[in-house]
Antibody, heavy 117, light 113 residues
Framework: QVQLVESGGGVVQPGRSLRLSCAAS????????MHWVRQAPGKGLEWVAV????????YYVDSVKGRFTISRDNSKNTLYLQMNSLRAEDTAVYYC??????????WGQGTLVTVSS | DVVMTQSPLSLPVTLGQPASISCRSS???????????LSWFQQRPGQSPRRLIY???NRDSGVPDRFSGSGSGTDFTLKISRVEAEDVGVYYC??????????FGPGTKVDIK
């Protein structure tokens, strides 16, 4: 069955960096676009970034452009989110999600990132 | 960016009764290919979101047939024909036509009266 397992979250000081990972299994990872979506505590869902199935294109929400980078390693069935210059407002649960028959058909369990001094 | 609105934001329901959530977009969600990329998601308490409906009215695998989606252009509806206890949670609509960014509605909290 399809599984997406995020890791790499934690507590980090403002201005520092963190890299999230999402290990995929149960489907042909290299055939699907992949997304990161976040949810601040007690808030709604916010799309963060998408990467094409082959890594050839990527897009970001304006608030993270220039600070976050989405990437993938299809040989390892793994999606990444490199987060630099973190701010308090980046505090959220970060989910990876697959794109099949449209965006976000399957989600991981999420990993919590807390940006605090 | 396309703004998604939902109503109501809170929906107390009676078990076994129908429920309906409205979603509106700030511009038409009809894409140049003729499809309308409007999806619905359910987030049960303490869980990750789950997609229920894609392209307005297509149910995802494993989604009970008491859930149905309808609408066109800028106005969309999610209906639950008979609410069950497991349907408690927050429901989000999302547009995937005019991206980036993909945008979600604010969410509708469904609970039992």
């Amino acid at each position: 069955q399809v599984q997406l397992v995020e890791s790499g979250g934690g507590v980090v000081q403002p201005g520092r960096s963190l890299r999230l990972s999402c290990a995929a299994s149960g489907f042909t990872f290299s055939s699907n676009g992949m997304h990161w979506v976040r949810q601040a505590p007690g808030k709604g869902l916010e799309w963060v970034a998408v990467i094409w199935y082959d890594g050839s294109e990527e897009y970001y929400v304006d608030s993270v452009k220039g600070r976050f980078t989405i990437s993938r390693d299809n040989s390892k069935n793994t999606l990444y989110l490199q987060m630099n210059s973190l701010r308090a407002e980046d505090t959220a649960v970060y989910y990876c999600a697959r794109d099949q028959n449209g965006p976000f058909d399957r989600w991981g369990q999420g990993t919590l990132v807390t940006v605090s001094s | 960016d396309v703004v998604m609105t939902q109503s109501p934001l809170s929906l107390p329901v009676t078990l076994g009764q129908p429920a309906s959530i409205s979603c509106r977009s700030s511009q038409s969600l009809v894409y140049s290919d003729g499809n309308t990329y409007l999806s619905w998601f359910q987030q049960r308490p303490g869980q990750s979101p789950r997609r229920l409906i894609y392209k307005v009215s297509n149910r995802d695998s494993g989604v009970p047939d008491r859930f149905s989606g309808s609408g066109s252009g800028t106005d969309f509806t999610l209906k639950i024909s008979r609410v069950e206890a497991e349907d408690v949670g927050v429901y989000y609509c999302m547009q995937g036509t005019h991206w980036p960014p993909f945008t979600f509605g604010p969410g509708t909290k469904v609970d039992i009266k």
